[in-house]
Every structure is written in structure tokens, then in C-alpha cells.
């Protein structure tokens, strides 16, 4: 069934379906956008809350909460008679928190999305508000098989920032056990705004790796040899500027 984009929420939607560096924006557009839900909405008790009922659907053994980006897509999916509503994205998941949702069930450009993923895109800010363990609490070590697409669509964004020199990364394991092991991403740069940089690398690993924590680090040659930055220089980076531009 063909798929002719109907607002700038789908357009991005099938972007990102092939660009790993268009998500990021298709999930900042998510959560401005309205959605069209299969199910109903009433007042709550409590004011200003909803009593949302959704519809949901089964899929690889988790339940998933059904909305769509358009009244077509809607439509095609349920037919006139079902019962609806709309609401902002953001209101919607603020409402649902905890809760697995499809975009677009049975359509050509769809999309799950898991309560990890809606709870970091609700409040970016979060995980950069995590205190990184330590490097003394942490087993940090190289990974025998790296996030490939983190590693792919990490490296094409850094050939636009010119103030990215090198990339290493190591896998990351806190010895209480109170996280999973989880990449840890060592950026070397030459001037540039660490905090924007780390924020762009934060929103694509998000994107990318929606269920994973995944933690950032600046590397400064001019540390010591028991230092966070010397574990990232002692493997080789996935990315190089020099290795790029040779």
C-alpha cells in the first residue's frame, strides 16, 4: 500500500526510516504533533487529567498502545465506526507514562515505540543528568562486538563537525550491577561547545539505541595514564578526522 506523506510529522517519519540522522528530528517533531488515538477520552476526576481508554495491540509478545499521525491512517486501519480522539503527543505519553505505543499499525511507515524511548524524548534532559559512575566503580573494557549502527550513524554525523577530531568507545560496566553494561562514548574534539556537541550525540544515540543507556565522556590528552581519557586512547576510534579525510 503506497504511502504519500500527509504532514511534516510523515514526511520526516519515512526520512528517518533510511537516514539514522534524520530521527532525531522526527522524534522532536513527534512530540509536537497531534495524534489521532483509537480509543476514548473523558475528564479524570482530578482536574486537568484525562481518563484515556486506547486500544491495544499485541505484538512479539508486548502490548502496544495504538495512535496515528493522520485521520487517514486511522481510518484505513479501523474504519469509520471505531471511537477516537485526538490529542498533542506529549499530553498523551505525559498521560500514558510506562506505556509501549505503534504509530501507524498495518501502514507502509510506521513505528513502535518503546516507554524507554517516549520517556527520553518527554524529558531529553534526564539522561544527561545522570552522574556517570565513576571510572574506578565501572569495568570498562573494548567491546568484541560494537552497536554497529551507533558506530555508523555516530561517524557520518561527525564528518559535519568539524570540531570532532576522534571518537573511541568502550563498553561500560558498573560493578554494583545497578546499570547494564552499556557503550561509553569518548569524544575528542579541538574547540567546539562541548555541551551542544554531547546533547546532538546524546539525541542520535537515543534514536538509535532507544532501549540502551548510553553514556558520554571528552578525552584530554594532557590527563594522566589512570585517567578516563587514557582508557579511550588505549583502543583504536571507530572514527578519525584524519583516517576521514585521508
Do not use: C
Not at 39 to 57: C, F, N
Amino acid at each position: 500500500m503506497s504511502f504519500e506523506p500527509e504532514n511534516l510529522l510523515e514526511e520526516t517519519l519515512v526520512r528517518a526510516g533510511t537516514d539514522p540522522l534524520a530521527r532525531p528530528e522526527f522524534y522532536r517533531l513527534l512530540m509536537e504533533s497531534d495524534l489521532v488515538v483509537l480509543g476514548t477520552a473523558a475528564p479524570a476526576a482530578e482536574e486537568g487529567r484525562l481518563d484515556l481508554q486506547i486500544a491495544t495491540l499485541r505484538y512479539n509478545g508486548r502490548d502496544y498502545l495504538a495512535a496515528f499521525s493522520a485521520m487517514s491512517r486511522f481510518l484505513t486501519f479501523a474504519g469509520t465506526e471505531q471511537p477516537h480522539f485526538t490529542l498533542a503527543a506529549r499530553k498523551l505519553f505525559e498521560t500514558t507514562k510506562g506505556a509501549n505505543f505503534v504509530l501507524n499499525p498495518n501502514a507502509k511507515h510506521g513505528k513502535l515505540l518503546s516507554a524507554a524511548e517516549i520517556a527520553y524524548w518527554l524529558d531529553p534532559s534526564a539522561r544527561a543528568k545522570r552522574n556517570m559512575v565513576r571510572a574506578a566503580e565501572v569495568r570498562l573494557a573494548p567491546y568484541r562486538e560494537p552497536p554497529r549502527k551507533l558506530i555508523e550513524a555516530l561517524s557520518i554525523f561527525f564528518i559535519n563537525r568539524q570540531a570532532i577530531r576522534a571518537a573511541h568507545i568502550l563498553e561500560a560496566s558498573p560493578r554494583d550491577g545497578h546499570e547494564p553494561p552499556h557503550p561509553l562514548i569518548g569524544i575528542e574534539m579541538v574547540g567546539g561547545a562541548w555541551r551542544r556537541i554531547a546533547n546532538e550525540v546524546s539525541e542520535l544515540s537515543a534514536a538509535i539505541m532507544p532501549d540502551i543507556i548510553i553514556d558520554l565522556a571528552p578525552i584530554d590528552r594532557s590527563e594522566g595514564p589512570e585517567s578516563l581519557s587514557a582508557r579511550f586512547l588505549q583502543v583504536p576510534p571507530f572514527y578519525s578526522r584524519t583516517q576521514t579525510l585521508n
